[in-house]
């Protein structure tokens, strides 16, 4: 009895051989091959109120909860909030930034034109096209003395607005976005950067022209 288990651990630790010595071959490798797979993944820890809270695994198709910890335990069942890790999230993620970056440079330079002609003229100006040329930039009203309100364009469809107003005695100018259903345009007014320019923890980020 003892000689025939003898056999079986030996015809066991064979069996598995091959598969110590393909592991260990693709450790000096490092390179996909007919066995091998591999795919690029990041661990993500998330803490909250300096709580930790999720472990999440990104992958290139999928996002997985690998942990919840106390303060945010009904997480890992909320299936929308899976929903969300898997479509919403995910397509953010993936994205490399490029996209939003040129469009935030975009609605500067146009921010930047109202300014100039302001300070040139001390007034605005009822046609566009004097104050910006900007493709982007249309006006919803606008009064030369008092200011008015200005809509830029994403993805064709008003998508920010552009205020000008008096604050604090000063012509000033404040930015915001509005609510579009279009999805470039939610992308874009729901960026960092976006958020950056537009308000601060307390209140719109005012720019003063005079």
């Not at 091959?33 to 992958?59: A, P, R, T």
């Not at 006006?139 to 205020?163: F, H």
């Not at 719109?204 to 022209?209: A, S």
Request: glycine share 2%; proline share 1%.
């Amino acid at each position: 009895m003892k000689k025939i288990a003898s056999i079986f651990l030996s015809l066991y630790s064979l069996s598995y051989a091959n598969i110590y010595e393909d592991l260990s071959d693709f450790a000096y490798k490092k390179k996909s091959d007919k066995n091998f797979k591999i795919e690029n993944v990041k661990i993500v820890h998330f803490s909250k109120n300096n709580k930790e809270c999720l472990e999440l695994l990104i992958k290139s198709n999928q996002v997985q909860i690998l942990k919840t910890y106390n303060s945010c335990k009904n997480l890992e069942k909320d299936s929308n909030f899976n929903d969300f890790l898997n479509r919403d999230f995910l397509n953010l993620y993936k994205n490399d930034g490029q996209t939003i970056s040129e469009m935030i440079q975009d609605l500067k330079r146009a921010m930047q034109d109202i300014m100039i002609y302001y300070k040139l003229h001390y007034n605005f100006s009822q046609n566009i096209d004097d104050m910006s040329k900007n493709k982007n930039l249309s006006i919803l009203n606008i009064d030369p003395k008092e200011g008015g309100t200005l809509l830029y364009k994403v993805n064709n469809q008003a998508c920010v607005g552009i205020e000008l107003l008096r604050h604090n005695s000063k012509m000033a100018m404040k930015v915001y976005g509005i609510e579009n259903l279009d999805k470039k345009c939610k992308f874009f007014t729901e960026s960092p950067d976006f958020k950056d320019i537009s308000y601060t923890a307390k209140d719109f980020n005012w720019y003063y022209l005079e």
